[in-house]
C-alpha cells in the first residue's frame, strides 16, 4: 500500500511560482514512477508530468513543459513540482499518482490533491 499526500498549492499571481510537495508512505515507493496530474473545473483529469524511479528520466505534457519541473528525493518518499511562470490556465486541483506498473489517469493511488489557483 502507499499513500500520497499533497501540499503546497494557494493563490498565485500569473507569472509566479510554486512548488508542490507529494509525500508517500511505504516501502515501495522508491521502485515506482511518479506522475503529476491536474483537474480544472469542468474538465478531466490531465497529464502533467511523470519521473522516474531513480529520478533520471522525466515526462511533461506540452503545455508546461519548459515551466513545471518534477524532482523526487528517494530518502524522503517526496516527490516535487516545481511551477514557473504561472499562467491563469494553470489553475486546476492539482494530484500526485503511482502505481506498480504504469502512471497514468488510471493509476492504483492517488494523493487528495492541492488546489493550485492562478489569478491577479
Known amino acids: 500500500q502507499v499513500q500520497l499526500v499533497e501540499s503546497g498549492g494557494g493563490l498565485v499571481q500569473p507569472g509566479g511560482s510554486l512548488r508542490l510537495s507529494c509525500a508517500a508512505s511505504?516501502?515501495?515507493?522508491?521502485?515506482?514512477?511518479m506522475g503529476w496530474f491536474r483537474q480544472a473545473p469542468g474538465k478531466e483529469r490531465e497529464f502533467v508530468g511523470e519521473?522516474?524511479?531513480?529520478?533520471?528520466?522525466?515526462y511533461y505534457a506540452d503545455s508546461v513543459k519548459g515551466r513545471f519541473t518534477i524532482s523526487r528525493d528517494n530518502a524522503k518518499n517526496t516527490v516535487y513540482l516545481q511551477m514557473n511562470r504561472l499562467k491563469p490556465e494553470d489553475t486546476a486541483i492539482y494530484y500526485c499518482?503511482?502505481?506498480?506498473?504504469?502512471?497514468?489517469?488510471?493509476?492504483?493511488?492517488w494523493g487528495q490533491g492541492t488546489q493550485v489557483t492562478v489569478s491577479s
Open positions: 499518482a503511482t502505481d506498480p506498473v504504469a502512471v497514468t489517469a488510471y493509476s492504483d493511488y
Open positions: 511505504g516501502r515501495t515507493f522508491n521502485r515506482y514512477s
Open positions: 519521473i522516474s524511479w531513480s529520478g533520471e528520466a522525466t
